[in-house]
């Protein structure tokens, strides 16, 4: 009996990240990541491109 309310709960938990992430905020959220990470891995990649031309 426990494992199948392990099995709901783990399914619960899936579908309720399913919903925030379709949601208006779950969906800002992830377009603000990924502009952040986009700008942390070229400002990196500038850093290092200066870094081998000894700049």
Excluded: C, F, P, Y
């Amino acid at each position: 009996m426990e494992l199948k309310q392990i099995s709901l709960t783990t399914s619960g938990h899936k579908l309720l990240d399913e919903l925030r992430e379709k949601s208006k905020r779950g969906q800002l959220k992830k377009r603000v990541t990924n502009i952040i990470w986009t700008i942390t891995t070229a400002i990196i990649t500038t850093l290092i491109v200066l870094k081998i031309k000894g700049v």
